[in-house]
């Protein structure tokens, strides 16, 4: 009796679990690249009052107390979206989408202050420059970027 190969005797069975697997691997890879891993960007606010640095808190979206809106909750890990850790200037952008633009405003808003940015605690806002950039209104909304320089004066 002559051997046969077992690829031989199976080949229809084996090119149709080749074809499937193929076909599982192209799918793995298509929702591997499609997957929205979000962003995770570092803008810097600082704040300007009276020529002197005016401290932005930390906890900002973390603590309830600097937490007051609850509108992006949604975009969130755990946190508000946009949020600060320390009284850096740093705001943290952590979220779970990179197919929306998440603002200044929306930041403000959060911490409690009004989301027109005309103020920050009572003192109204007289400029606004953005990476060094003096912007037409110091009431001008700005989208968040990662390693962005934004500075706000405030008058007394």
Do not use: C
């Not at 906890?59 to 609850?70: A, F, M, V, Y």
Request: hydrophobic share 40%; proline share 5%; charged share 15%.
């Amino acid at each position: 009796m002559k051997s046969v190969s077992v690829f031989r005797s199976h080949k229809k069975r084996n090119f149709a679990i080749l074809g499937l697997l193929a076909l599982v691997v192209i799918g793995v890879v298509a929702a591997a690249a499609s997957y929205d891993r979000g962003v995770h960007w570092h803008p810097h606010l600082s704040i300007v009052l009276n020529g002197s640095p005016y401290t932005v808190p930390s906890g900002i979206g973390i603590e309830s107390n600097l937490w007051k809106d609850h509108s992006l909750d949604q975009y969130g890990i755990g946190m508000a979206p946009l949020h600060t850790h320390d009284t850096d200037g740093i705001i943290h952008v952590e979220v779970n989408t990179s197919h929306r633009d998440f603002t200044l405003h929306e930041f403000l808003a959060i911490w409690g202050q009004p989301s027109d940015g005309s103020a920050i605690d009572g003192h109204p806002v007289t400029s606004l420059t953005v990476d060094g950039v003096q912007q037409a209104s110091p009431t001008a909304d700005v989208v968040l970027k990662d390693g962005q320089k934004i500075i706000m004066t405030l008058s007394p």
